[in-house]
Structures are given as structure tokens and as C-alpha cells.
């Protein structure tokens, strides 16, 4: 135990807001060796550790931190990787706050310990060594899995079941693997050459990668499961939502999906280095509270915007985005409409948005999320001039998948239904977890639900019992 | 890395591409596209699947901006960054029908798998192509051997009806009579048609081609009004019925970029040709 705790986590540097806006590059830097050790020791090893019954893959967290505090770098990643095959990733966009960090034993009295910028240090410095080692090859089993979709659910399967023997083909729809990680996420967040350096080592692992294969439509789970013996659904939540208010089809409106599909998977900020182009607006409101609306006002003020508003109908306690992503958007000067609820958007005469008519909303009662609900004022409509929209305010499952597959149970918005505890869905042979079962969630609990089929389907191609 | 097996000029800057794929033709159906990329910096575009077997599917694009230039550069035996699909909904197959099935520019290629699947279920198909001049018509011998009837039309009177679509419609719709109505090509085509038609009350079915990225149902850039609602063409369509497309919006959205595809395709022509 240390003699006397520090009562703050070491602070990580990163790019001062007025540079940062200019550029995509990630923003925190990282620890350097001796702030990684500094941080580690503030651990108290406790030996109910908490913080591991916090995350979603159960890493040992105080085992990783203790070799980290030694200096053994090496065996602090060998020991992460062992329950999280993505570490560099979650180390970045893991909501710890609300998982390990929260239940820290330090948190009581004092600041947490940073357990995810320890992970994030861990995996940076296996990078930065070379190529990362392969674990033994085990004894084949002779089995085929096909996984559908390369995002973090998806990796997280393939690394689990290529480790226990069996083939694993990884099927991605877009011609880029990462899923999520690399057309929602944005470099300045999760620089992309992490996501594919992860990838890189599951296929040095043995893992094979297909491109530009839309299961669903290129072939359906059906003829799958005549090659293959399971399959792991991990499609995501794919499908953007629209509020159906007057004015969203003009031109200027947005996605949040195609604006950041657009300036990360097809590095439209690049253009015209890159062909896709985006609209460099200049009076830019996001509209919704979550991170892919900050992502969404972090890479309008990098494209240019003179003023990025975020418009969301509750107020900031609300809001669900990491504290982090919001204390990056206010640094970074992102203006926030709180109690806000666009209701139409106008154009000019050349079908551009030109303005946005809102409303002010005030908190009632509890609704079912448990949220005070936002009920409008009436009498409080304003307009405000806007040249570009981005509608982030959620999205569901994409349905290709379900469509062609009739004897897949989905439920209401189109989530694919399992059992929580296999994750098996209604479908013999096919289990399904992340964003396709749970709508819009996190990078860690796609993994968790990965992690839980891994399992379960090990078991199934082991024993033949479904 | 997708091969082009075969690729041939079929009129000026209208090109069909033959692209190695093992997969394609595992579910394609007529009506469906394809999603090309043709280097690291390409974007996404889609384009309408005209042929395929199990070695390869086929495309037919018209050079328009930097995209369609550099798959227009690629020669044969070279190779593109990426080919996906089938994608979107094929087109509904109905059966003993009399129905006219237009095409113009890309269009022209795009309507063969779709004439051949008429065909196939005993309709009676009636293929109509039309382009500016007759230079730029192709394909006549290949589209007649699946139609009933086969009309040519040039705006200049090059070759067989003089005039654009609508007068072709009006003069052939006045004396005979069809169930349906099927359209590929430019918008102002697709709608031209659908305008015509309308009076008629002959149902007509378009292929639209607003923007795509991802093509999915991911995005949803391609989003186009269809009797008032919201869809999205790459997996609601890309085929709607005429009649009740929001055509204004379809021209607008389709121009969301005007500016920067100019500046791409300046930027990219100063690099290649300097």
C-alpha cells in the first residue's frame, strides 16, 4: 500500500484547445513511462478489487496495474490482453467513469484511479516496440465460425475463438475492417492506425478477413451456416434516426452516421487529397446529447465551422455523453443549447437549410428512463440561422440482416433478441450481441456481450448441444 | 483488389467494366448495383449491376467527375480498391404483362438484366433507348434479342424517332396500350418519363441515383421522398414508383456537392495531366 495517496490522477498532456481545433490529430498524448508508474502506484491493490467486477471483460485490473507500477510493461499488456483483445481502444473510448473508475476504491475520498489511461499506456507501449508477439498456436478444432461485422463486438469474438482452436472468417460490409471504431469514431479520438493495428494482429493470428461482404445481401445467414458451423452476429447499430420534422431532406441536413462516415472512414477532410466531400459549414448545430454528437461538433470546428452549437432538448445533467467528450467540446469553445428542441428547418431557395426554428424545453416529471422528461414551453419558439445540420439523436439496427433471415426473432426498433446469458438468439447456430441487440451502446459492452458468445459458442462447437 | 477482367468504350465516355468477383452472383437479381471504389482515395458510388456470373459482375458507367474518370483510366487487367453487392431491393417481377422498358445513357446497359427477367416470366417487353445522337446509342443487337418490340429514339433524328422520350410516349401511348412502364437513366430521364406517363395512368417504375456512401441503409444520404415519406434508396429502392417521387427534391439533393465535385475534378486532372 502506498504511504500517502495522491489524491489526483496524474494528469495526461494533450494538444491546448486553440491547436487542437486545427487539426485531427489525437488529442490527449498519452503517459509517458514515469507517469504511467507514478499513476499505478497510487492502486491500493485491493483484494476485493471492484473495479474488476466494473468491466464489462473482467480484466484484472489491479494485476495489469501492479506490473505497470514495477516497470513490467510487458507483463502488464500480456496480462490485459488476456481478458481484452482491443486494450489500445478502450484505454481511449471506454466510459470508465461510469464502469471500473467508478467503483475504484480510491474514488471514495479521491480521484480514481486512471485505469484507463494505464491501459491506454500499456497497449501504446507494446506498440511502440515492434510488432506485438503471437500467443501459441492452439490445436485446431476443426470447427468454422463466420462473424459478422469487424467492429469491436466482432473482434472480440474472432480473437476469443481463434485462441480456442477453431477458423474464424470476420465478414465486413464497408472496404475498410473496425466497424464503428473506424467510420464513427474520429481520429482526433481513436487515431485509426490503432483499429488496424488490432486487426493486423488478429490476422497474423490466423483470423481471415473479408472484405466488402454484405451478409444479408452478398449471402444470407442461411447459405453461412451450410459452410459454417456458428455464426456471431455483430452488425451494430447501423440504421440513423431522423426526428420526421419539416425540413430534413434539405440540403445541409445531416446524419450524424453520414457526416462522420464521410470525414472518417472516407477522410472527406482530406478532400481534395480524398474524393468524398463534406460540407464545410460555418454556422453548425448538432443536434442531440450523446458522444457521436460530440465527435460530430469536435470534427465540425476542425472542418472550419466559425460557431458549433449543440442542441439538446434536456439539460447538461442529462446529457449522456462521457463528462470527458463534453469537457473537450466546451474547451474547444463548442456552444451548448441545453433545453432545446429544433422543431423545423427552412431553406432558401436553392433547397439549402438556412435556418432552424427550435423551442425552449423545460424538465418535468421522471419518464421511463428515469430522466426528468423535457416539456416544451409554449410561446418560446426562436429561429436561428444555421448552414449545417447534423442529427445525431440515435440510431437502431440496420435491417438487412433480419430481412433476409425470417427465422430471426427481432423485437420493436428492429434489435435482434438473445438470451442475455449465451447470447444465443432464436436462430440455431447464431448468436448476436453489441449495438444489433442492444441499440445504441458502448465500444466495451459490445465487447462484453462478445465475450459472453465466445463463450457459449466454444462450448456449442465443443459439444455439438445448442 | 478487384481485377478488371474486361472493359470496353461502348460509346464516348460510356464504359462497360467486367470486375472479378466470386460472390456477386450468389443472390444478384435484376434490378440490384454494386458498389465500386476505384483506388485508397476513392470515394463510394454505386452503379447498376448489368451482368454476372460466377467469375465476375458487370457494370455500365458514364464518365461524369473525378470517380467515374479514374474507373474510366483503369484499363483491362488492371485492378480497382473494392467491389460490394448486390445491393438494394431487385426490381419486381411481375408476370404476362406488356411493359415498356426505357433506357438512356448508363441506363441503356442498366436495363439488359431487367429485360432479360421480364422476359424470362412471359411478358411481353417493348425496349426503347434513346440518347442525343445515334452515335451514342449501343447495345441494339443485345437488347432486341430479349424484346418483343425495340424502338431507337435521337433527339437530332440520327436514327429512328426524332425527339425526346415524351414525344416518343405521347405518339406511341395514343395508338397502343402498356401495363407498365420501366425507367434507367439521368433524372431528367427517369422523370421526363414519369411525367409523361402519368396522364396515361400507366403505372411506371424508375431507377433512381441520388448520392451514396455506404449504400447499407447506414448513412442515409441517399434519402428521397416517395409519397411524402422519408426512404432511403439504397435499401428501400433504388426503384420507385414514378408517380410518386419528389423529383425537386431528388434534383436538389443530387447537387448537394456541385462545387466540390468540380474542384475535385480539376484537382485531380492537374494531377494526372499536370
Known amino acids: ?466 | 483488389m478487384v481485377k478488371i477482367l474486361k472493359k470496353e468504350q461502348l460509346v464516348p465516355n460510356i464504359h462497360f467494366m467486367v470486375l472479378a468477383s466470386d460472390v456477386i452472383h450468389l443472390n444478384a437479381k435484376a434490378g440490384e448495383f454494386v458498389v465500386v471504389r476505384a483506388d485508397e482515395a476513392g470515394e463510394r458510388i454505386p452503379l447498376n449491376l448489368v451482368d454476372w456470373d460466377e467469375k465476375s459482375a458487370s457494370v455500365v458507367f458514364m464518365e461524369v467527375g473525378t470517380s467515374t474518370r479514374k474507373l474510366g483510366s483503369v484499363k483491362e487487367g488492371e485492378y480497382i480498391a473494392d467491389l460490394a453487392g448486390p445491393l438494394g431491393r431487385p426490381t419486381e417481377i411481375v408476370s404476362e404483362k406488356k411493359i415498356m422498358c426505357i433506357g438512356g445513357c448508363y441506363g441503356i446497359g442498366a436495363i439488359l438484366p431487367v429485360i432479360k427477367a421480364y422476359r424470362a416470366h412471359k411478358n411481353k417487353v417493348i425496349t426503347v433507348i434513346e440518347a442525343r445522337s445515334s452515335f451514342l446509342l449501343y447495345w441494339q443487337n443485345l437488347l432486341k434479342k430479349y424484346s418483343d418490340e425495340f424502338y431507337e429514339i435521337t433527339r437530332d433524328g440520327t436514327k429512328g424517332f426524332a425527339g425526346h422520350i415524351d414525344n416518343f410516349l405521347n405518339a406511341y401511348l395514343t395508338k397502343n396500350s402498356v401495363d407498365l412502364v420501366y425507367a434507367q437513366g439521368c433524372t431528367y430521364l427517369t422523370y421526363l418519363v414519369s411525367q409523361t406517363t402519368k396522364s396515361y395512368g400507366i403505372k411506371t417504375i424508375v431507377g433512381l441515383n441520388p448520392i451514396m456512401i455506404d449504400a447499407t441503409g447506414m448513412c442515409g444520404v441517399c434519402r428521397v421522398i416517395i409519397n411524402g415519406e422519408t426512404k432511403f434508396a439504397c435499401v428501400d429502392g433504388p426503384e420507385f414508383d414514378g408517380h410518386q417521387v419528389d423529383w425537386q427534391n431528388l434534383l436538389t439533393r443530387r447537387h448537394i456537392y456541385i462545387d466540390e465535385e468540380r474542384r475535385s475534378l480539376s484537382f485531380y486532372e492537374c494531377e494526372k495531366y499536370g
Open chain 1, 1 to 466: 500500500m502506498p504511504e500517502k495517496i495522491v489524491p489526483k490522477k496524474t494528469p495526461m498532456r494533450e494538444q491546448p484547445a486553440k491547436e487542437r481545433v486545427k487539426n485531427f490529430n489525437e488529442v490527449p498524448y498519452g503517459y509517458s513511462p514515469e507517469e504511467a508508474i507514478a499513476e499505478a502506484k497510487r492502486c491500493l491493490q485491493c483484494k476485493r478489487a471492484p473495479c474488476i467486477a466494473g468491466c464489462p471483460v473482467e480484466i484484472d485490473i489491479p494485476g495489469f496495474i501492479k506490473f505497470i507500477a514495477e516497470g513490467d510493461f510487458k507483463s502488464a499488456i500480456k496480462r490485459l490482453k488476456e481478458k481484452n483483445v482491443l486494450p489500445a481502444v478502450c484505454g481511449r473510448v471506454c466510459p470508465q467513469e461510469s464502469q471500473c473508475e467508478q467503483v475504484c476504491t480510491l474514488s471514495k475520498k479521491f480521484e480514481p484511479v486512471a485505469i484507463g489511461r494505464l491501459e491506454r499506456f500499456a497497449a501504446d507501449y507494446e506498440a511502440s516496440q515492434g510488432e506485438a508477439p503471437l500467443p501459441e498456436k492452439p490445436k485446431p478444432t476443426g470447427k468454422k465460425v463466420a462473424v459478422i461485422g469487424s467492429g469491436p463486438g466482432g473482434l472480440t469474438v474472432a480473437g476469443d475463438l481463434i485462441q480456442l482452436g477453431h477458423s474464424v472468417t470476420i465478414f465486413e460490409a464497408l472496404h475498410k475492417p473496425g466497424g464503428v471504431l473506424v467510420y464513427g469514431i474520429p481520429e482526433f479520438r481513436l487515431p485509426k492506425a490503432i483499429v488496424y493495428r488490432e486487426v493486423d494482429y488478429l490476422i497474423r493470428c490466423g483470423v481471415k478477413l473479408l472484405l466488402n461482404f454484405i451478409v444479408g445481401k452478398t449471402a444470407t445467414i442461411d447459405q453461412l451456416l451450410k459452410d459454417f458451423d456458428a455464426v456471431y452476429i455483430g452488425t451494430g447499430a447501423g440504421l440513423p434516426w431522423f426526428m420526421n420534422i419539416p425540413g430534413e431532406n434539405l440540403n445541409g441536413v445531416y446524419s450524424a452516421n453520414e457526416y462522420l462516415t464521410r470525414s472518417n472512414l472516407m477522410k472527406a477532410y482530406l478532400f481534395p487529397e480524398y474524393d468524398t466531400p463534406i460540407v464545410r459549414g460555418k454556422r453548425v448545430a448538432v443536434v442531440g446529447g450523446g458522444n457521436v454528437a460530440m465527435d460530430c461538433a469536435r470534427t465540425a470546428l476542425r472542418l472550419g465551422a466559425d460557431e458549433v452549437h449543440i442542441v439538446y432538448r434536456r439539460s447538461k445533467q442529462e446529457m449522456p455523453a462521457r463528462a470527458e467528450e463534453i469537457h473537450h467540446a466546451e474547451e474547444e469553445g463548442v456552444i451548448f443549447d441545453w433545453l432545446t428542441l429544433p422543431i423545423k428547418y427552412i431553406g432558401d431557395d436553392n433547397g439549402w437549410v438556412k435556418e432552424m426554428e427550435c423551442i425552449k424545453m423545460q424538465l418535468g416529471e421522471p419518464d421511463a428512463s428515469g430522466r426528468r422528461k423535457p416539456v416544451p414551453i409554449e410561446g418560446s419558439n426562436f429561429i436561428s440561422s444555421v448552414d449545417t445540420v447534423i442529427c445525431a439523436i440515435g440510431q437502431s439496427p440496420n435491417p438487412l440482416i433480419p430481412q433476409t433471415t425470417p427465422d430471426l426473432k427481432v423485437a420493436k426498433w428492429g434489435n435482434i433478441e438473445v438470451d442475455k446469458a449465451t447470447m444465443k438468439t432464436s436462430k440455431p447456430r447464431c448468436w448476436a450481441g453489441g449495438d444489433v441487440v442492444r441499440g445504441g451502446a458502448t465500444v466495451i459492452l459490445a465487447m462484453g456481450d462478445a465475450r459472453i458468445a465466445a463463450r457459449s459458442m466454444d462450448e456449442f462447437l465443443r459439444t455439438g448441444v445448442w
